[in-house]
């Protein structure tokens, strides 16, 4: 009789773990975080700004009318997460002046969030960009050569693969790090001079 009983058991829990393992598997594809935090700002402010001393957090509330018009230039939608309001970092000097801003974005790729950090100077041209996380196995997107093309950029330059961004495949995650670049950029454009 326990025979009977045990083979209910692994029955039932052989279900189970089918429908977890299931579960699991979508969730890459149907959520990923819209926002993303910047992670250890006290030791990574100076991954970007070598000279920083400190950091202040902005927020930003995003009106209806700007979103509209952030969401015209960008060409798409914000995710609901974004729409509402936008963080980033000012960062000083030892003497306390303004060396530039620090952003951080997430886009979705291909397997999960690409979490995304990017500095500006305060004449909205980039400083410098690294990917704090990501599951992709796409490589290209986070190597030094890819990412150095975005240093210098501005809004006013086209930020396009093929075009000014070079790249030997345009995969989802080169197209989620351009899209993440755009996107601070006009925020910082928009919200942030």
Not at 22 to 31: D, G, L, T, W
Not at 66 to 72: G, V
Not at 82 to 96: P, V
Not at 166 to 187: D, H, P, Q
């Amino acid at each position: 009789m326990w025979r009977h009983y045990r083979h209910i058991l692994n029955s039932s829990s052989i279900f189970s773990a089918i429908a977890i393992a299931f579960f699991v598997m979508s969730i890459p594809s149907i959520a990923y975080a819209d926002v993303c935090v910047w992670r250890n700002p006290e030791r990574t402010m100076t991954k970007i700004f070598p000279d920083a001393g400190d950091y202040k957090t902005i927020t930003k509330i995003i009106s209806e009318e700007k979103r509209k018009t952030i969401e015209e230039r960008l060409g798409e939608q914000l995710a609901a997460g974004e729409s509402k309001d936008w963080i980033y970092y000012e960062i000083t000097g030892k003497r306390g002046e303004t060396l530039g801003y620090i952003t951080a974005d997430a886009e979705k790729g291909e397997y999960g969030v690409i979490e995304i950090v990017m500095g500006i100077f305060p004449n909205g041209k980039m400083k410098e960009i690294y990917i704090q996380r990501s599951s992709e196995k796409d490589k290209e997107f986070k190597s030094k050569e890819f990412l150095k093309q975005f240093i210098g950029k501005t809004i006013k330059d086209p930020i396009q693969a093929g075009l000014d961004i070079k790249t030997e495949k345009v995969t989802t995650a080169i197209k989620a790090v351009i899209l993440g670049v755009r996107k601070m950029l006009i925020f910082y454009e928009e919200l942030g001079k």
